[in-house]
C-alpha cells in the first residue's frame, strides 16, 4: 500500500477560494517534504522545499504568501493554495524523504481545477 | 538551457522492439539519475535509478550513464502496449536535495 497519503486526489474550487492539499507519511517520520507542480504536457517543477518544524524554503517566482506551506508535524505537511485563480489549476505533487533511509517517495497527486 | 533535457516524442515503436530513451543533463555536479514512468493522470513511479558510469539492468530496464558526455538512457526491451506511457528522467544536482526532472518523453507502444 502507499506509503505516503495525499488527500485530496482532485479538487475543483471557484475563483478567490482557498484550497489545502495534504501530504502524510504513513510508516516513517519525514523530515523533510518537497512540492512540486505539473502543468499539462509539462515537467514537475519544484516550488518548495518544507523541513518539519522550520520555515518552507520557496523556489524563484514561487510567493510564499500565495502558497503556504506548513511542516507541524513529522508525517504531515500542508500545501495551502490561498485567493486561487484559474492560472493555478495543475496537478500538484508531493515527494518526501525517509529521514532514516534518504529513500524518496512520492504522493499520489492532487488534481486542482479552478473555475 | 534546460537543466535536464528531454525529447517530448512521442516516440512510436511496435510491441516487442527495443523503446531507447534519452535524456542530457547540463551540471556536471549532478549525483544521481533515475527514471520514473508517468501514466496520465497519476503520479510518477519510480523504475530505475543509477549513481555510477555504465549500464544497470532490472528485468526488461536497462539504464546506461555516460557522466563524460552527460547523457543517461533508459531501454525497455521487448516493449509492451502497457509501456505507454511518459517517461521522466530526473537527477539530483550537487547541493540540492530535490529532484530536477526533465519534461518528460511520451512512448507509444503499437499493439
Known amino acids: 500500500g502507499a506509503v505516503v497519503s495525499q488527500h485530496p486526489s482532485w479538487v475543483i474550487c471557484k475563483s478567490g477560494t482557498s484550497v489545502k492539499i495534504e501530504c502524510r507519511s504513513l510508516d516513517f517520520q519525514a523530515t523533510t517534504m518537497f512540492w512540486y507542480r505539473q502543468f499539462p504536457k509539462q515537467s514537475l517543477m519544484l516550488m518548495a522545499t518544507?523541513?518539519?518544524?522550520?520555515?518552507?524554503?520557496?523556489e524563484q517566482g514561487v510567493e510564499k504568501d500565495k502558497f503556504l506551506i506548513n511542516h507541524a508535524s513529522l508525517t504531515l505537511s500542508t500545501l495551502t493554495v490561498t485567493s486561487a485563480h484559474p492560472e493555478d489549476s495543475s496537478f500538484y505533487i508531493c515527494?518526501?524523504?525517509?529521514?532514516?533511509?534518504?529513500?524518496?517517495?512520492f504522493g499520489e497527486g492532487s488534481r486542482l481545477t479552478v473555475l | 538551457q534546460k537543466e535536464v533535457e528531454q525529447n517530448s516524442g512521442p516516440l512510436s515503436v511496435p510491441e516487442g522492439a527495443i523503446a531507447s530513451l534519452n535524456c542530457t543533463y547540463s551540471?556536471?555536479?549532478?549525483?544521481?539519475f533515475f527514471w520514473y514512468r508517468q501514466y496520465s493522470g497519476k503520479s510518477p513511479e519510480l523504475i530505475m535509478f543509477?549513481?555510477?558510469?555504465g549500464d544497470k539492468e532490472d528485468g526488461r530496464f536497462t539504464a546506461q550513464l555516460n557522466k563524460a558526455s552527460q547523457y543517461v538512457s533508459l531501454l525497455i526491451r521487448d516493449s509492451q502496449p502497457s509501456d505507454s506511457a511518459t517517461y521522466l528522467c530526473?537527477?539530483?544536482?550537487?547541493?540540492?536535495?530535490?529532484?530536477?526532472f526533465g519534461s518528460g518523453t511520451r512512448l507509444q507502444v503499437q499493439p
Open positions: 515527494i518526501t524523504t525517509n529521514a532514516n533511509t534518504g529513500e524518496l517517495f
Open positions: 551540471d556536471r555536479g549532478s549525483q544521481s
Open positions: 543509477i549513481y555510477s558510469n
Open positions: 518544507s523541513n518539519e518544524g522550520s520555515k518552507a524554503t520557496y
Open positions: 530526473a537527477v539530483t544536482i550537487a547541493g540540492r536535495r530535490a529532484l530536477t
